[in-house]
Nanobody, 119 residues
Framework: QVKLQESGPGLVKPSQTLSLTCTVSGGSITTTSYYWSWIRQPPGKGLEWIRYISYSGSTRYSPSLESRTSISRDTAKNQFTLQLTSVTPEDTAVYYC???????????WGQGTQVTVSS
């Protein structure tokens, strides 16, 4: 069974860079046709997809967050990492990592990690 676990700081100060890592177990992030995403949900709002990295290492981003986000992976550790620069309080959200068998499927989810941006 594939499991995902997010890790990262719960509190970040404005203008800093947020780094979140997702550790995948029970499956490989290089499994053909699988895509690994970061998704967030601000308080009182819906889910917002941020970026994905594919089994081959290709990436795609949300246009609204393109300039401030990057995604990378460590295949040896079976992890993928999101970086979000110049954070503001509007970046406060629960951040989820998710994986699926296509770029539009989210078959597996992490439990989510709360990130608060505050001074």
């Amino acid at each position: 069974q594939v499991k995902l676990q997010e890790s990262g700081p719960g509190l970040v100060k404005p203008s800093q860079t947020l780094s979140l890592t997702c550790t995948v177990s029970g499956g490989s992030i290089t499994t053909t046709s699988y895509y690994w995403s970061w998704i967030r949900q601000p308080p009182g709002k819906g889910l917002e997809w941020i970026r994905y990295i594919s089994y081959s290492g290709s990436t795609r981003y949300s246009p609204s967050l393109e300039s401030r986000t990057s995604i990378s992976r460590d295949t040896a550790k079976n992890q993928f990492t999101l970086q979000l620069t110049s954070v503001t309080p509007e970046d406060t959200a629960v951040y989820y990592c998710a994986g699926g068998s296509s770029d539009r499927r989210y078959d597996y989810w992490g439990q989510g990690t709360q990130v608060t941006v505050s001074s």
